[in-house]
T-cell receptor
Protein backbone atom coordinates (compact mmCIF):
# COMPACT_ATOMS: atom_id res chain seq x y z
CA UNK A 1 0.00 0.00 0.00
CA UNK A 2 1.32 3.42 -0.96
CA UNK A 3 -1.13 5.26 1.32
CA UNK A 4 -1.61 8.90 0.28
CA UNK A 5 0.65 10.11 -2.49
CA UNK A 6 1.14 13.80 -3.22
CA UNK A 7 2.92 15.25 -6.20
CA UNK A 8 4.95 17.35 -6.68
CA UNK A 9 6.95 17.64 -3.47
CA UNK A 10 8.23 21.10 -4.30
CA UNK A 11 7.16 23.75 -6.78
CA UNK A 12 7.92 27.37 -7.51
CA UNK A 13 5.22 29.29 -9.36
CA UNK A 14 5.15 32.78 -10.74
CA UNK A 15 2.31 35.09 -9.80
CA UNK A 16 -0.69 34.45 -12.04
CA UNK A 17 0.35 30.96 -13.10
CA UNK A 18 -1.85 27.98 -12.48
CA UNK A 19 -1.10 24.47 -11.33
CA UNK A 20 -2.67 21.32 -9.97
CA UNK A 21 -1.49 19.56 -6.84
CA UNK A 22 -2.14 15.87 -7.18
CA UNK A 23 -3.35 13.59 -4.39
CA UNK A 24 -4.02 9.87 -4.76
CA UNK A 25 -4.92 7.28 -2.15
CA UNK A 26 -5.13 3.54 -2.61
CA UNK A 27 -7.02 2.66 0.58
CA UNK A 28 -10.53 3.13 -0.81
CA UNK A 29 -11.24 5.89 1.72
CA UNK A 30 -14.35 7.92 1.11
CA UNK A 31 -13.21 11.07 2.91
CA UNK A 32 -10.39 13.21 1.56
CA UNK A 33 -9.08 16.61 2.58
CA UNK A 34 -6.73 19.36 1.57
CA UNK A 35 -4.99 21.40 4.25
CA UNK A 36 -2.51 24.22 4.06
CA UNK A 37 0.09 24.88 6.73
CA UNK A 38 1.52 28.32 7.31
CA UNK A 39 4.22 28.98 9.93
CA UNK A 40 2.77 29.27 13.42
CA UNK A 41 -0.79 28.80 12.18
CA UNK A 42 -1.34 25.07 12.26
CA UNK A 43 -3.17 23.34 9.44
CA UNK A 44 -6.26 24.89 7.94
CA UNK A 45 -8.82 23.04 5.86
CA UNK A 46 -9.15 24.21 2.26
CA UNK A 47 -11.59 21.71 0.75
CA UNK A 48 -12.86 18.28 1.56
CA UNK A 49 -14.79 15.47 -0.08
CA UNK A 50 -16.99 12.77 1.43
CA UNK A 51 -17.04 10.68 -1.73
CA UNK A 52 -16.67 10.69 -5.47
CA UNK A 53 -18.61 13.57 -6.99
CA UNK A 54 -19.05 15.41 -3.69
CA UNK A 55 -16.88 18.28 -2.53
CA UNK A 56 -17.30 21.13 -0.09
CA UNK A 57 -15.45 24.20 1.12
CA UNK A 58 -13.40 24.25 4.24
CA UNK A 59 -12.13 27.22 6.23
CA UNK A 60 -9.89 28.81 3.56
CA UNK A 61 -11.19 27.90 0.07
CA UNK A 62 -10.61 31.18 -1.77
CA UNK A 63 -8.26 30.85 -4.72
CA UNK A 64 -8.59 27.08 -4.94
CA UNK A 65 -10.78 24.53 -6.67
CA UNK A 66 -11.11 20.79 -6.32
CA UNK A 67 -12.76 17.88 -8.05
CA UNK A 68 -13.38 14.28 -7.06
CA UNK A 69 -14.19 12.20 -10.11
CA UNK A 70 -12.92 8.97 -8.55
CA UNK A 71 -12.54 7.63 -5.02
CA UNK A 72 -8.75 7.57 -5.43
CA UNK A 73 -7.99 11.07 -6.69
CA UNK A 74 -8.55 14.48 -5.16
CA UNK A 75 -6.61 17.15 -7.08
CA UNK A 76 -6.32 20.74 -5.85
CA UNK A 77 -6.26 23.46 -8.49
CA UNK A 78 -4.74 26.92 -8.15
CA UNK A 79 -5.95 29.08 -11.03
CA UNK A 80 -4.15 32.39 -10.51
CA UNK A 81 -1.32 31.88 -8.09
CA UNK A 82 -0.74 34.64 -5.55
CA UNK A 83 2.07 35.12 -2.99
CA UNK A 84 -0.48 34.45 -0.21
CA UNK A 85 -0.71 30.88 -1.48
CA UNK A 86 2.90 30.20 -0.58
CA UNK A 87 2.49 27.37 1.90
CA UNK A 88 2.89 23.68 2.55
CA UNK A 89 -0.08 21.67 1.36
CA UNK A 90 -1.14 18.37 2.86
CA UNK A 91 -3.65 15.92 1.50
CA UNK A 92 -5.29 13.42 3.84
CA UNK A 93 -7.80 10.62 3.70
CA UNK A 94 -9.81 8.63 6.20
CA UNK A 95 -12.41 5.89 6.24
CA UNK A 96 -13.97 7.84 9.10
CA UNK A 97 -11.78 7.28 12.15
CA UNK A 98 -8.04 7.31 11.40
CA UNK A 99 -6.29 9.75 9.12
CA UNK A 100 -3.49 9.15 6.64
CA UNK A 101 -1.56 12.19 5.48
CA UNK A 102 0.54 12.63 2.40
CA UNK A 103 4.11 13.88 2.71
CA UNK A 104 3.19 17.40 1.65
CA UNK A 105 3.84 19.80 -1.23
CA UNK A 106 5.91 22.89 -0.56
CA UNK A 107 4.70 25.64 -2.88
CA UNK A 108 6.35 29.02 -3.31
CA UNK A 109 4.71 31.76 -5.37
CA UNK A 110 7.08 34.51 -6.50
CA UNK B 1 -17.91 25.24 15.72
CA UNK B 2 -15.01 23.27 17.01
CA UNK B 3 -11.79 24.87 18.18
CA UNK B 4 -8.42 23.68 19.47
CA UNK B 5 -6.17 25.95 21.50
CA UNK B 6 -2.51 25.30 22.10
CA UNK B 7 -1.54 28.30 24.19
CA UNK B 8 2.14 27.42 24.35
CA UNK B 9 3.93 28.33 21.13
CA UNK B 10 7.53 27.39 21.87
CA UNK B 11 9.06 25.31 24.64
CA UNK B 12 12.74 24.71 25.19
CA UNK B 13 14.04 22.10 27.62
CA UNK B 14 17.28 20.35 28.36
CA UNK B 15 17.53 16.68 27.56
CA UNK B 16 16.11 14.37 30.23
CA UNK B 17 13.66 16.97 31.49
CA UNK B 18 9.97 16.16 31.50
CA UNK B 19 7.75 18.43 29.44
CA UNK B 20 3.98 18.82 29.15
CA UNK B 21 2.26 20.18 26.08
CA UNK B 22 -1.17 21.63 26.74
CA UNK B 23 -4.27 21.30 24.58
CA UNK B 24 -7.71 22.75 25.24
CA UNK B 25 -10.61 22.11 22.91
CA UNK B 26 -14.15 23.32 22.28
CA UNK B 27 -16.94 21.32 20.72
CA UNK B 28 -20.72 21.04 20.96
CA UNK B 29 -20.66 17.35 20.12
CA UNK B 30 -20.80 14.70 22.80
CA UNK B 31 -18.93 12.25 20.59
CA UNK B 32 -15.60 13.31 19.18
CA UNK B 33 -11.99 12.24 18.74
CA UNK B 34 -8.82 13.95 19.91
CA UNK B 35 -5.45 13.48 18.30
CA UNK B 36 -1.81 14.39 18.73
CA UNK B 37 0.55 14.59 15.77
CA UNK B 38 4.28 15.17 15.65
CA UNK B 39 5.92 17.08 12.82
CA UNK B 40 9.70 16.61 12.84
CA UNK B 41 12.00 18.93 10.90
CA UNK B 42 11.61 16.68 7.86
CA UNK B 43 8.02 17.93 7.60
CA UNK B 44 5.83 14.85 7.59
CA UNK B 45 2.96 14.45 10.04
CA UNK B 46 3.41 11.53 12.40
CA UNK B 47 0.35 10.17 14.17
CA UNK B 48 0.86 9.73 17.93
CA UNK B 49 -2.51 9.02 19.48
CA UNK B 50 -6.27 9.08 18.99
CA UNK B 51 -8.65 9.28 21.93
CA UNK B 52 -12.42 8.74 21.84
CA UNK B 53 -14.46 11.20 23.90
CA UNK B 54 -16.00 8.33 25.84
CA UNK B 55 -12.65 7.01 26.96
CA UNK B 56 -11.17 9.19 29.67
CA UNK B 57 -8.49 6.76 30.72
CA UNK B 58 -5.01 8.16 30.63
CA UNK B 59 -2.64 6.45 28.26
CA UNK B 60 1.06 5.74 28.46
CA UNK B 61 3.25 4.66 25.60
CA UNK B 62 6.90 4.45 26.51
CA UNK B 63 8.05 7.98 27.41
CA UNK B 64 4.79 9.49 26.17
CA UNK B 65 1.64 9.89 28.22
CA UNK B 66 -1.66 11.63 27.67
CA UNK B 67 -4.08 13.09 30.19
CA UNK B 68 -7.66 13.51 28.95
CA UNK B 69 -10.02 15.48 31.16
CA UNK B 70 -13.50 16.19 29.80
CA UNK B 71 -14.33 18.37 32.80
CA UNK B 72 -11.73 20.91 31.69
CA UNK B 73 -11.84 20.06 27.94
CA UNK B 74 -8.16 19.31 27.97
CA UNK B 75 -5.99 16.67 26.37
CA UNK B 76 -2.43 17.23 27.56
CA UNK B 77 0.64 15.39 26.36
CA UNK B 78 3.68 14.69 28.54
CA UNK B 79 7.09 13.55 27.37
CA UNK B 80 9.14 12.02 30.16
CA UNK B 81 12.94 12.21 30.04
CA UNK B 82 12.93 14.17 26.81
CA UNK B 83 15.46 13.44 24.11
CA UNK B 84 16.90 15.53 21.29
CA UNK B 85 14.90 13.42 18.81
CA UNK B 86 11.72 14.74 20.43
CA UNK B 87 12.45 18.17 18.95
CA UNK B 88 9.52 18.85 16.63
CA UNK B 89 6.27 20.72 16.25
CA UNK B 90 3.40 19.00 18.04
CA UNK B 91 -0.20 19.45 16.98
CA UNK B 92 -3.34 18.67 18.89
CA UNK B 93 -6.43 18.09 16.73
CA UNK B 94 -10.15 17.44 17.14
CA UNK B 95 -12.58 15.59 14.94
CA UNK B 96 -16.29 15.56 15.49
CA UNK B 97 -18.08 12.41 14.43
CA UNK B 98 -20.40 12.83 11.55
CA UNK B 99 -20.58 12.76 7.82
CA UNK B 100 -17.48 14.83 7.06
CA UNK B 101 -15.06 13.87 9.88
CA UNK B 102 -13.08 17.07 9.48
CA UNK B 103 -9.96 17.54 11.59
CA UNK B 104 -9.45 20.88 13.31
CA UNK B 105 -5.89 21.59 14.35
CA UNK B 106 -4.35 23.77 16.99
CA UNK B 107 -1.55 26.10 15.95
CA UNK B 108 1.12 23.75 17.18
CA UNK B 109 3.85 23.85 19.82
CA UNK B 110 7.50 23.95 18.80
CA UNK B 111 9.50 21.83 21.20
CA UNK B 112 13.27 22.18 21.28
CA UNK B 113 15.23 19.70 23.33
CA UNK B 114 18.81 20.78 23.93
CA UNK B 115 21.58 18.28 24.67
Amino acid sequence: NAGVTQTPKFRILKIGQSMTLQCTQDMNHNYMYWYRQDPGMGLKLIYYSVGAGITDKGEVPNGYNVSRSTTEDFPLRLELAAPSQTSVYFCASTPGYGYTFGSGTRLTVV
Amino acid sequence: AQKVTQAQTEISVVEKEDVTLDCVYETRDTTYYLFWYKQPPSGELVFLIRRNSFDEQNEISGRYSWNFQKSTSSFNFTITASQVVDSAVYFCALSETGANSKLTFGKGITLSVRP
